[in-house]
C-alpha cells in the first residue's frame, strides 16, 4: 500500500536504483526515476544510489540536474545517499577526480574509496544511532568514510572498534544533517529495511526545527 501524494525520487543517471525503489516500495511510499530537472521538481525527496560518483557527477552536470539539485537540498528536500550518493551529498571530496563536483548538502568531508584495496568489499554488523532492533549489517562495496564532520552533522555509525577493522576501526560511515542523510554502505542490498523506514520518516515527517546555514535545516 502506497500514501497518497508524497512520491520519492530516485536519481537515475547510474547505479543500484532498482534497489532503493524495492526498498522505498517495501517502506510503503512510491517512487519514480530521476533523470531531468523537470524530474526532480515531481518529487518530494530523492535517494542517490551507490554506483559511481565520479560517472554520476559528470552525468549531473550534462543533465543539467547540479544547479536544480543543489537548490532544492538548499531549501530543505529530504535526501538519502547510500555510497557514492553519499559522496556527492558531502561538501568535500578527498581522492575524488578533478572534475568531480559536490552537492554540499552536508557540512562533510568524505574519502572516496577510503578503505583501501586489501578491504575493497566487506561487510560488518553496525551499531546506528536511532535505528531499533540492534546491529544492522552493512555491505560495503569500494565504500568512501567521512573525515571530517561538522559541528551540525550528527554521526549515526561507526566502523566498530574491532581488532580485524584495522585503521577503519572508528571510522564514520553514516551521518545526518537535519533531513538529509548518508551512509558510506548499501542498506538498499540486503533486506533490512531500517534504514529507508528511517529517511521515510524523514520525509514524511519533516524536522521543523529553525535552522542557521548548514546547520540545521529544515526540512521542505
Ligand atoms: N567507489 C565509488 C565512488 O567513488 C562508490 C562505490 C559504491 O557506490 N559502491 O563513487
Redesign the pocket.
Known amino acids: 500500500m502506497t500514501e497518497n501524494g508524497l512520491i520519492v525520487g530516485v536519481l537515475a543517471l547510474q547505479g543500484d536504483v532498482r534497489e532503493h525503489r524495492r526498498a522505498l516500495a517495501g517502506c510503503g511510499l512510491r517512487s519514480t526515476l530521476v533523470r531531468r530537472p523537470e524530474e526532480l521538481a515531481e518529487v518530494d525527496a530523492l535517494i542517490l544510489p551507490?554506483?559511481?560518483?565520479?560517472t554520476m557527477s559528470r552525468l549531473m552536470v550534462a543533465a543539467d540536474l547540479m544547479e536544480p539539485l543543489r537548490a532544492r537540498l538548499a531549501k530543505g528536500m529530504p535526501a538519502y545517499g547510500s555510497?557514492?550518493g553519499m559522496?556527492l551529498l558531502c561538501r568535500e571530496v578527498l581522492d575524488g577526480t578533478p572534475d568531480q563536483r559536490q552537492l554540499a548538502a552536508l557540512d562533510a568531508v568524505v574519502r572516496?574509496?577510503a578503505f583501501g584495496r586489501q578491504v575493497d568489499s566487506f561487510e560488518a554488523d553496525l551499531d546506528f544511532g536511532g535505528l531499533p532492533g540492534g546491529p544492522i549489517r552493512a555491505v560495503f562495496?569500494?565504500?568512501p568514510w567521512v573525515e571530517q564532520a561538522g559541528a551540525g552533522v550528527e554521526v549515526l555509525a561507526r566502523v566498530p572498534e574491532v581488532p580485524a577493522a584495522g585503521s577503519a576501526a572508528g571510522r564514520i560511515v553514516a551521518i545526518r544533517q537535519g533531513c538529509v542523510l548518508a551512509t558510506a554502505f548499501?542498506p538498499e542490498l540486503t533486506g533490512d529495511r531500517r534504514v529507508h523506514q528511517l529517511f521515510c520518516e524523514m520525509v514524511r515527517k519533516p524536522s521543523e526545527a529553525p535552522h542557521e546555514d548548514m546547520r540545521v535545516r529544515a526540512c521542505r
Open positions: 551507490g554506483g559511481e560518483s565520479t555510497c557514492a559522496i572516496r574509496n562495496i569500494r565504500a548499501h
